[in-house]
């Protein structure tokens, strides 16, 4: 992929008032890396999945070294989507911190996201969803909780729909600088979903 030729055009982009802030979405630091050694505007963002089992600490780290903000899809583990499941919405640590707080399990997941320091977008069709998504404030998680999260094993979501042997990412290790974790869902799941969805 040519991504130096396709940063140039959204810099330029950029220098014609066209876009505020250019960024980019699903980087890991050996990708991030690589762009910032010719980007003449370094990206305001990546966007990539955080939630209490993808913690994204390395990651987060080399951004703010970087000055980029780390935003997080899927905050909620990406619950129904063809590329995840519920596991981060049944979680019964994550049911326990949030019967401790008087809270939800998707307060709790949104809230942890707000606190590492990252922007959250979580998605809801729903109106009383989108309000208690957006009731984080006010209240604070506990340093057990955190430690409680930060036991969690650590898992993403299924991106077997972005690589190929023919595409510039042949494997999903690969796509995440050869970091491998469990997918929280299964191949066969994905795909049936995504077949679903188109
Ligand atoms: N850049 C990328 O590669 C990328 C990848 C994935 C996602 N994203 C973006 O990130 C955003 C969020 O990600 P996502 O949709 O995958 O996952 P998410 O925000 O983790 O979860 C969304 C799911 O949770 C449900 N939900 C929302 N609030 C809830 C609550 N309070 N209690 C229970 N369930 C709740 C939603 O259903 P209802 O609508 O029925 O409430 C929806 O099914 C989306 O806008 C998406 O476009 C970007």
């Known amino acids: ?23 980019v979405s ?15 505007i370094p990206p305001a963002a990546n966007q990539v999945e955080v ?32 590329w995840a499941n519920n596991s981060v919405m049944d979680s019964p640590v994550l049911k326990q911190i949030a019967q401790d707080r008087g809270k939800t399990v998707a307060q709790v997941c949104i809230r942890w996201v ?3 320091g990252d922007c959250v977008i979580a998605k809801s069709f729903n109106e009383s969803r989108m309000r208690e998504n957006l009731d984080i ?3 604070e998680l506990t ?3 955190h430690r409680k999260i930060s036991d969690l094993p650590e898992s993403r979501g299924n991106y077997n729909f972005l690589v190929h042997e023919s595409g510039p990412y042949k494997t999903v290790e ?15 799941r994905s795909f049936r979903l995504i077949d679903e969805h188109l």
């Open 1 to 23: 992929m040519d991504m130096k030729g396709v940063w140039e055009e959204m810099e330029e982009c950029h220098r014609r008032g066209l876009a505020r802030a250019v960024g």
């Open 26 to 40: 699903n980087f890991a630091c050996k990708k991030l890396e690589h762009l910032l050694s010719f980007a003449r």
């Open 51 to 82: 939630h209490p089992y993808c913690r994204q600490n390395k990651l987060r780290e080399f951004c703010r070294e970087k000055g980029i903000q780390l935003c997080a899809y899927s905050p909620l583990g990406g619950n129904g989507t063809p």
């Open 114 to 116: 707000y606190e590492q």
């Open 137 to 139: 404030f006010g209240w």
């Open 143 to 145: 340093d057990d909780d």
């Open 174 to 188: 690969e796509l995440w600088d050869g970091r491998s974790l469990p997918a929280t869902a299964s191949k066969r």
